[in-house]
Nanobody, 118 residues
Framework: QVQLVESGGGLVQPGGSLRLSCAAS????????VAWFRQAPGKGRDFVGR????????YYADSVKGRFTISRDNAAKTVYLQMNSLQSEDTALYYC???????????WGQGTQVTVSS
């Protein structure tokens, strides 16, 4: 069982930046692929991006490509989501999820709120 805790959300002005963290409870975390998802009010949960266990491979949704970067520090059991050039459309509850198999996300955090507003 892997427990995930997101942090780093908050209120930021358009054009600003935030870095979210996803901290895991288990040392085996390094074996897990990790993804970030987000859910805006009244909408479904959308995929943001993912990173391989080693951190060597990343993949992003078109809506965030070039603005968001996912990285990880396996020694710290933490995955990061660096968000730059934030727009109002990025306002959402951001979740991290972990899984071992392609297409399966078995463990989820509780989410951290990001609000982009002037």
């Amino acid at each position: 069982q892997v427990q995930l805790v997101e942090s780093g959300g908050g209120l930021v002005q358009p054009g600003g930046s935030l870095r979210l963290s996803c901290a895991a409870s288990e040392d085996t975390f390094r074996s897990y692929r990790v993804a970030w998802f987000r859910q805006a009010p009244g909408k479904g949960r959308d995929f943001v991006g993912r990173i391989s266990g080693s951190g060597a491979f990343t993949y992003y949704a078109d809506s965030v490509k070039g603005r968001f970067t996912i990285s990880r520090d396996n020694a710290a059991k933490t995955v990061y989501l660096q968000m730059n050039s934030l727009q109002s459309e990025d306002t959402a509850l951001y979740y991290c999820a972990a899984g071992l198999e392609v297409g399966r996300w078995d463990y989820w955090g509780q989410g951290t709120q990001v609000t982009v507003s002037s």
